[in-house]
């Protein structure tokens, strides 16, 4: 099993990746021996990988980095880096590896001060590994400051620092930072390939596997979640029974309300998770004395640990309102395939009566108006619009058509 398994239907980008890790492998091991680097290569010190959610943009990072770290033997024989296997490979791949950094963000945003941070990290040498590897699975969050501040480093890197940039879009980077990146793009995999990873990796039943594969249309993370949370089937049953339920305006009020209670009841789990466990952590290590009394001085760390959390929370509400827009998307698309008789393939064959009752009763031309809907819904969460008020936008332009 090498660090590229988990890598699926991106043979393209694996080929490119294993022939920057080779050349930065012969890289390393030149340097080490006094000689001169190559004069050419494959391998560059900043990456930008896009790509549609559950395309696997953070895993091809992880298991790069891996390749970057690998340290087996066997290389010397002429075999490629990234066995999967090594101290290095496996450190990288579970999160271990002191000189791989993996950045994710649970909040709204990065911003200046953490980003200075990661600078900072960068200008160091490895201190095990052959690389200084910083991912940054959410470089699409960057503030323009926080942006701004990236871009020095990414124009003047150290020897030995690599930085993998994972967005989904081109668009979605500063124009300054990803002109100084080697951009790679991965698609949508299949839906048969994820179908196959769920069974062999996960242990799912071949038939599960390949539902969840279908209904989620090839996103690897929202598969096995929807193979393996039993919530999350549910949630998306709830989601997908909305279509037939905008027949009045009193109809499209109450679905919009019960969206919006059903996002922030999974923020609130989330929430009720981690929240309590970061304050109780927080608050030892402050020094609180028995019975929660804090000592003084510490009124604006306590704060700022409630801001973090709200703007987590907001997220996650976010990120659920999201993934049920996706799922009703998904479904109109499944709508405009009957009444077009493209014969493609049906996502959301377990509800095929709703979509032929729907179908049925209108027009191709008001499936594409629906979906339009639910596309400026989605702009409109992005853009900081109340919730409620723009998923009731959107139901009462699902009646209207």
């Known amino acids: 099993m090498t660090v590229w398994d988990e890598l699926v239907g991106q043979d393209r980008v694996q080929v490119q990746l294993g022939a920057a890790a080779q050349d930065a492998d012969t890289l390393v091991s030149a340097e080490s021996r006094g000689e001169a680097a190559p004069d050419a290569s494959k391998m560059t010190h900043a990456w930008l990988f896009t790509g549609p959610p559950g395309s696997g943009r953070s895993t091809a990072a992880r298991a790069f980095a891996a390749a970057l770290q690998c340290v087996s033997p066997d290389r010397a024989l002429g075999a490629a880096p990234g066995c999967g296997f090594c101290d290095g490979c496996h450190t990288a791949l579970v999160g271990t590896h002191a000189d791989v950094d993996v950045v994710r963000t649970d909040m709204l945003s990065i911003g200046v001060k953490e980003t200075r941070e990661l600078v900072r990290r960068a200008q160091l040498s490895p201190a095990v590994g052959r690389w200084q590897v910083i991912i940054l699975e959410d470089a699409d969050r960057l503030t323009e400051g926080a942006g701004n501040v990236l871009l020095k480093a990414v124009e003047e890197p150290a020897p030995r620092t690599v930085w993998l940039l994972c967005a989904p879009s081109l668009e979605d980077v500063l124009p300054t930072i990803r002109s100084r990146c080697r951009h790679l793009t991965l698609r949508t995999p299949p839906v048969d390939a994820v179908a196959d990873v769920l069974i062999r990796r996960d242990g799912i039943e071949p038939d599960v596997a390949a539902a969840a594969a279908r209904a989620t249309q090839g996103h690897i993370g929202r598969a096995r979640r929807l193979a ?163 998923v009731e936008a959107m139901t009462m332009a699902l009646r209207a058509g």
């Open 228 to 390: 393996t949370d039993e919530k999350a089937r549910a949630r998306r049953a709830t989601v997908l029974k909305l279509p037939l339920r905008v027949d009045d305006v009193g109809g499209c009020l109450k679905a919009a309300q019960e969206l919006i209670d059903a996002a922030a009841e999974d923020a609130r789990q989330v929430a009720d998770e981690v929240d309590t466990k970061e304050t109780e952590e927080l608050k030892a290590a402050l020094g609180a004395a028995q019975g929660g009394r804090m000592p003084r001085g510490t009124a604006g760390v306590m704060k700022d640990l409630e801001d973090r959390q709200k703007r987590r929370k907001t997220r996650t509400q976010r990120d659920t309102l999201d993934l049920a827009l996706s799922d009703l998307t998904g479904f109109y698309r499944d709508v405009l395939a009957l009444q077009l008789g493209s014969g493609i393939a049906i996502a959301n064959g377990d509800v095929q009566d709703s979509l032929d009752r729907i179908a049925g009763s209108s027009t191709p031309e008001r499936t594409l108006r629906r979906i339009d809907a639910i596309t400026a819904c989605r702009e409109a969460l992005e853009a900081n619009v109340a919730p409620l008020l723009a």
